[in-house]
């Protein structure tokens, strides 16, 4: 079946520096969204992209979507400890309303 | 605001019992969603709904069962609970469009022992 895979699983980093996460798709996807989960707390919808080659900044995040529209990554610039967090990457699944999320990145951040 | 209410934060029950776990959304979206979150497995669809008494099976339906008695509530069943359902449960809602974001609940911490 479909499968979203995510790279890194973990990354732990200095305040300050710069993370980027990658998502991967089985299949071509018409849209991909990514959601940020706090500890404890639910996921949160950040973004949502839906054009071969699109690039969406979020103030310090920038989200790209892969010309196949397979794989797209989440870049965050100049690291903060209100990153800390894990975030995933969606896609809608061969069911109609149906989204597939990937395994997530867990970003730790040290102040 | 959306707001989607899991009726439990945190839950304690026994194998072999049923347990129910319930959903609510105050938005009138057609589409809900059940999902558990295990460490390194990211969140899988167990269950999703798109109308009421409409349901479809996710990737990892066994074990669970669903309810969609009206729109605004979704409910997850386990049947039987055993220790490998220990886990978070995620109950979502998004409106009828397939690109539309999810808003999610708190979850629901479910041990089994």
Partial sequence: GQQVMQIPQYQHVQEGEDFTTYCNSSTTLSNIQWYKQRPGGHPVFLIQLVKSGEVKKQKRLTFQFGEAKKNSSLHITATQTTDVGTYFCAGPGDATNKLIFGTGTLLAVQP | ?113
Wanted: charged share 25%; net charge neutral; hydrophobic share 30%.
């Fill in chain 2, 1 to 113: 605001d959306v707001k989607v209410t899991q009726s439990s934060r945190y839950l304690v029950k026994r194998t072999g019992e049923k347990v129910f776990l319930e959903c609510v959304q105050d938005m009138d979206h057609e589409n809900m969603f059940w999902y558990r979150q295990d460490p390194g497995l990211g969140l899988r669809l167990i269950y999703f709904s798109y109308d009421v008494k409409m349901k479809e099976k996710g990737d990892i339906p066994e074990g669970y069962s669903v309810s969609r008695e009206k729109k605004e509530r979704f409910s997850l069943i386990l049947e039987s609970a055993s220790t490998n359902q220990t886990s978070m449960y995620l109950c979502a809602s998004s409106p009828a469009s397939s690109v539309s974001p999810l808003h999610f609940g708190n979850g629901t911490r479910l041990t089994v022992t």
